[in-house]
Every structure is written in structure tokens, then in C-alpha cells.
């Protein structure tokens, strides 16, 4: 098993320190929703196509990332709360480079 | 009032399906849906991507879902309540429901059918201090009637097709159109991009960007907007106009469904899923993405079965102790309220010589 462990601070400001498989083609979004760490309904509403924002994350460690695409960056323009380090959570897939990342989930909006 | 046999709310995938299910058990439905359009996420969010589950669509369009749900429900004269958002309900002592919506419209069955995803769509709000104050004084999230912006100077604000096609449109109604977004790139339909670009260059569209509004001036109603612009160097200025239209796309939120008194487990409608998918409230079901049980996965194709079930249950609560098996299509073809029959071609019967 190739699992990495992700800090991730959620919308109540409360730090969790999970597991995240790597092999099975998950990503950040779908950490946070299979650990339920913010609420059914709140995050991932798009389902993952970068299209509503509502899995924004702000990434506080100095991993490196894959690139962000353009549908992301445009998604992000319109979305709210958004900081330099602002990511969305669906377009990071987990990856084994990825053990120690920190990120911290940004206001509902 | 409007009556019906079955009241969906929700005009997404399964509440569409609803109707062609209601209807081969001759039961009518009569949908509500906040959204001026009906199909739900389908159309709103992403009608232009693919979807690659759904049964004998190896690759479906989700805006062409909605099509071909609509097109196979349609001989069944399905009513429907769009751009309203239902707001409450009420149990009559004869059984029957009211449900109103936020418009004051009444309707009235003896089966509702809540199909409503992850809740009615509202218009996301620009963080801006003061943009409640002016919400219809001059800021509205959604236009509803173009006219109102005849010969006003309006501000757009935003980067999507909505700002986009917005813009275009309202370049031929108001006297001065101003779009301001974040970047310099829109995300919008090529066409849609060039033609504000266009528009732009012959001086009929004000282009502000990167720039984004921070405040709102005005006593009764918006006199202006105040702008942040960041280009080489950062500045304030104000633009004046007589209206302010964000168009940051919506989200959905549960609402007034949530005071209804059913039983809510995260953010979604507990239902029993070993019999027909019924609420805590007989005659109230929940079905599609909006319900929840063990093992539930939001999926349309999973909207579709519950839908099935829902409708013999239905149709047991409208007519209580009448006798039914359950019909294949291709035996018993398709008989629409509207006059129209499908059926099978018989089969030719021919003699070998």
C-alpha cells in the first residue's frame, strides 16, 4: 500500500492528519469528502470538472503541484476568498511526491 | 392552483424520468424547478461536458440528456413551475398537499416526489460589504426582464458565458454596458468572447479588467460602483451607474426543503430505500441525488430506478387497493395524454411456399 499523509485544515479551523491512498485515482476533493471533513453538499458539487469552486483549497506547504490547466485558472477568477496559493482541490490528484502536503480548505461561498 | 397526481420537485434528470414512469401508470406530474430552464445540474453547470454512465449512452452530452428526457416525456404533458423555488408545504386534512413557492404560486397533489439534487440554485454573492443593502435598488444576480435596463447605464461583472452573452445582449439595450473581471481571459464560448471583443473595439461594451468591484455608492439605490484595478499599478476608481449585475454563477443550496420537518442526515432527505423511497412524512418521497440511505450513490442512473419505484408507490396512494402489474413497454407501447400511441410493429405473419 502507497498511502501519504495530508494535513488538511478544515472550514472550522480544526487540523486532521489522514491517510490518503495513492492508487486509486483520488484526489483532493474526494480526500476531504471520504473522510467527511466538511459537509455533504458543500464541497465537490461539480462532481470534480473544475466548474464551481466549491473545493478550494490553499496550499501551505512547498510541495510541487501539478500545473494548473486552464479550466482551473478560469474557475478561479470567478471564485471567491481566492489567495495566491489557491488551488481546487479536484484538479490535485494524490500522488506518492505528495506525503507531508498542507492544505486548508477555504470559506464556503 | 395548479393540481396534479405527483408534484416533483426538481426539473433535473430524475425528475424528468419521473414524469415518463408516472405517466405509462396514468398518473400526471407537474414539476417545479428554481431554474428558468429545466434539467438541473445537466443544464445549468455543465451542459457541454460528457457523461459516460448512463445506460446504452456510451458518451451522452448532459445538456442532450435533458433533451431526451424531456423529448420522452413529453406525450405524458408534464406542467411545470420554472424560476420558482418552493417554499412550503402544507398537508390538508383530506391528504392532499399544497406546496407554494416563493412567487405565491399554489399546487396541489396527493404525492409530492422532492427530486431536487443538492438543493435550488441561488446566485453567488460577491463578497462587497454593502451589496445587500442594494439588492433590487440597482443589484440583482439574475436579469429576469432585459427591459429594465433600457437606456441605464449598466455594470457587469464577471468572467463566464453568463457575463459574456449578458453583455452582448444588453449592448443593444442599455446605454452603456461595462464588464469587469479579474483577468484579461473569459472562460466563456469562443463566439461569445469575439463578439465582446468586437463589441469592445467599436466602443459599445467598456472592458475593465483586471479589475474587480470592491463597493457599492449610492443612498436609496446604486449611483456607483467602486472599482480595483490592477493593471501595471494598482488603483480606485468609481464607474457610475444605475445598475450592478454579478454574475458569479450559482450554487445550491437545500433551502426551504430543510424546514419541512423530514428527517435531514448530510445535507440530504433520509428516505427507506428497502421499500419506496418515502420520507418520514407519508406521502412525501425523496429520490435522485437529494436522498440519502446506506449505500446511496448519487448517480443519474441511480435517480432513474428510485424514480421507477417511487411511482408504483405513488400510484398505490392515489389508488388505494386497485389491482396493477407492472407492464412491459414494448407489450403494452406508450399511450401519451396527449392522444399519441408507440407501440411494437406486429409481427408480419407470412406463409412458406
Given at each position: 500500500?502507497?498511502?501519504?499523509?495530508?494535513t488538511?485544515?478544515?472550514?472550522?479551523?480544526?487540523?486532521?492528519?489522514i491517510?490518503?491512498?495513492?492508487?486509486?485515482?483520488?484526489?483532493?476533493?474526494?480526500?476531504?469528502?471520504?473522510?467527511?471533513?466538511?459537509?455533504?453538499?458543500?464541497?465537490?458539487?461539480?462532481g470534480?470538472?473544475?466548474?464551481?469552486?466549491?473545493c478550494?483549497?490553499?496550499?501551505l506547504?512547498?510541495?510541487d503541484l501539478?500545473?494548473?490547466?486552464?479550466?482551473?485558472?478560469?474557475?478561479?477568477?470567478?471564485?471567491?476568498?481566492?489567495?495566491?496559493?489557491?488551488?481546487?482541490?479536484?484538479?490535485i490528484?494524490?500522488?506518492?511526491e505528495?506525503?507531508?502536503?498542507?492544505?486548508?480548505?477555504?470559506?464556503?461561498? | 392552483?395548479?393540481?396534479?397526481?405527483?408534484l416533483?420537485?426538481?426539473?433535473?434528470?430524475?425528475?424528468?424520468?419521473?414524469?415518463?414512469?408516472?405517466?405509462?401508470?396514468?398518473?400526471?406530474?407537474?414539476?417545479?424547478?428554481?431554474?428558468?430552464?429545466?434539467?438541473?445540474?445537466?443544464?445549468e453547470?455543465?451542459p457541454?461536458?460528457?457523461?459516460?454512465?448512463?445506460?446504452?449512452?456510451?458518451?451522452?452530452?448532459?445538456g442532450?440528456?435533458?433533451?431526451?428526457?424531456?423529448?420522452?416525456?413529453k406525450?405524458?404533458?408534464?406542467?411545470?413551475?420554472?424560476?420558482?423555488?418552493?417554499?412550503?408545504?402544507?398537508?390538508?386534512?383530506?391528504g392532499m398537499?399544497?406546496?407554494t413557492?416563493?412567487?405565491?404560486?399554489?399546487?396541489?397533489?396527493?404525492?409530492?416526489?422532492i427530486?431536487?439534487?443538492l438543493?435550488?440554485?441561488e446566485?453567488?454573492k460577491p463578497?462587497?460589504h454593502?451589496?445587500?443593502?442594494?439588492?433590487?435598488?440597482g443589484?440583482?444576480?439574475?436579469?429576469?426582464?432585459?427591459?429594465?435596463?433600457r437606456?441605464?447605464?449598466?455594470?457587469?461583472?464577471?468572467?463566464?458565458?453568463?457575463?459574456?452573452?449578458w453583455?452582448?445582449?444588453l449592448?443593444d439595450?442599455?446605454s452603456e454596458?461595462?464588464?469587469?473581471?479579474?483577468?484579461?481571459?473569459?472562460?466563456?464560448?469562443?463566439?461569445s468572447?469575439e463578439k465582446?471583443?468586437?463589441?469592445?473595439?467599436?466602443?459599445?461594451?467598456?472592458?475593465?479588467?483586471?479589475?474587480?468591484?470592491?463597493?457599492?455608492?449610492?443612498?436609496?439605490?446604486?449611483?456607483?460602483?467602486?472599482?480595483?484595478q490592477?493593471?501595471?499599478?494598482e488603483?480606485?476608481?468609481?464607474?457610475?451607474?444605475?445598475?450592478?449585475?454579478?454574475?458569479?454563477?450559482l450554487?445550491?443550496?437545500?433551502?426551504?426543503?430543510?424546514?419541512w420537518?423530514?428527517?435531514?442526515?448530510?445535507?440530504?432527505?433520509?428516505?427507506?430505500?428497502?421499500?419506496d423511497?418515502?420520507?418520514?412524512i407519508?406521502?412525501?418521497?425523496?429520490?435522485?441525488?437529494?436522498?440519502?440511505?446506506?449505500?446511496?450513490?448519487?448517480?443519474?442512473?441511480c435517480?432513474?430506478?428510485?424514480?421507477?419505484i417511487?411511482?408504483q408507490?405513488?400510484?398505490?396512494?392515489?389508488?388505494?387497493?386497485?389491482?396493477?402489474?407492472?407492464?412491459?413497454?414494448?407489450?403494452?407501447?406508450?399511450?401519451?395524454?396527449?392522444?399519441?400511441?408507440?407501440?411494437?410493429?406486429?409481427?408480419?405473419?407470412?406463409?412458406i411456399?
Amino acid at each position: 500500500m502507497s498511502d501519504v499523509n495530508i494535513t488538511i485544515i478544515d472550514r472550522e479551523g480544526e487540523a486532521h492528519t489522514i491517510e490518503a491512498p495513492t492508487d486509486m485515482a483520488m484526489n483532493i476533493m474526494e480526500v476531504v469528502r471520504a473522510y467527511e471533513l466538511a459537509p455533504e453538499g458543500t464541497i465537490g458539487i461539480c462532481g470534480g470538472m473544475a466548474m464551481c469552486a466549491s473545493c478550494q483549497c490553499y496550499v501551505l506547504s512547498e510541495h510541487d503541484l501539478p500545473e494548473m490547466q486552464d479550466d482551473e485558472d478560469a474557475m478561479l477568477a470567478e471564485a471567491f476568498y481566492v489567495k495566491d496559493n489557491s488551488r481546487l482541490g479536484c484538479q490535485i490528484p494524490v500522488t506518492p511526491e505528495m506525503d507531508g502536503l498542507k492544505i486548508e480548505l477555504a470559506p464556503e461561498s | 392552483m395548479i393540481k396534479t397526481d405527483i408534484l416533483i420537485i426538481g426539473a433535473g434528470p430524475t425528475g424528468l424520468f419521473t414524469v415518463f414512469e408516472a405517466g405509462l401508470l396514468k398518473l400526471r406530474c407537474h414539476l417545479i424547478d428554481a431554474l428558468p430552464q429545466p434539467g438541473g445540474q445537466c443544464s445549468e453547470i455543465y451542459p457541454k461536458k460528457p457523461i459516460y454512465d448512463i445506460p446504452a449512452y456510451p458518451e451522452i452530452l448532459a445538456g442532450d440528456l435533458t433533451e431526451k428526457l424531456l423529448e420522452q416525456g413529453k406525450q405524458f404533458e408534464p406542467g411545470f413551475t420554472l424560476g420558482e423555488r418552493a417554499e412550503t408545504i402544507e398537508k390538508q386534512e383530506d391528504g392532499m398537499f399544497i406546496v407554494t413557492t416563493n412567487k405565491g404560486t399554489k399546487h396541489q397533489a396527493p404525492v409530492v416526489a422532492i427530486a431536487g439534487g443538492l438543493g435550488s440554485f441561488e446566485p453567488r454573492k460577491p463578497l462587497i460589504h454593502n451589496i445587500t443593502d442594494f439588492e433590487d435598488k440597482g443589484v440583482e444576480y439574475i436579469i429576469k426582464n432585459p427591459e429594465i435596463y433600457r437606456n441605464k447605464k449598466v455594470v457587469i461583472a464577471g468572467g463566464g458565458d453568463s457575463a459574456l452573452d449578458w453583455c452582448i445582449f444588453l449592448s443593444d439595450v442599455a446605454s452603456e454596458v461595462t464588464l469587469i473581471h479579474r483577468r484579461n481571459e473569459f472562460r466563456g464560448h469562443l463566439d461569445s468572447v469575439e463578439k465582446v471583443q468586437e463589441l469592445k473595439n467599436k466602443g459599445k461594451i467598456n472592458l475593465i479588467t483586471p479589475a474587480e468591484v470592491i463597493g457599492i455608492v449610492g443612498d436609496t439605490s446604486v449611483k456607483a460602483i467602486v472599482v480595483n484595478q490592477a493593471q501595471h499599478i494598482e488603483k480606485e476608481f468609481e464607474v457610475e451607474c444605475d445598475h450592478f449585475i454579478p454574475l458569479f454563477g450559482l450554487s445550491p443550496k437545500l433551502g426551504p426543503i430543510a424546514n419541512w420537518g423530514l428527517e435531514i442526515e448530510k445535507n440530504a432527505i433520509k428516505v427507506n430505500n428497502a421499500l419506496d423511497y418515502q420520507t418520514n412524512i407519508p406521502g412525501i418521497f425523496a429520490i435522485g441525488d437529494v436522498n440519502t440511505y446506506p449505500g446511496k450513490l448519487k448517480l443519474i442512473l441511480c435517480g432513474f430506478h428510485e424514480a421507477t419505484i417511487m411511482c408504483q408507490a405513488a400510484y398505490q396512494i392515489i389508488n388505494p387497493g386497485k389491482k396493477y402489474v407492472m407492464k412491459y413497454t414494448t407489450v403494452s407501447g406508450v399511450n401519451g395524454f396527449d392522444g399519441t400511441r408507440k407501440e411494437a410493429p406486429k409481427a408480419v405473419v407470412k406463409k412458406i411456399e
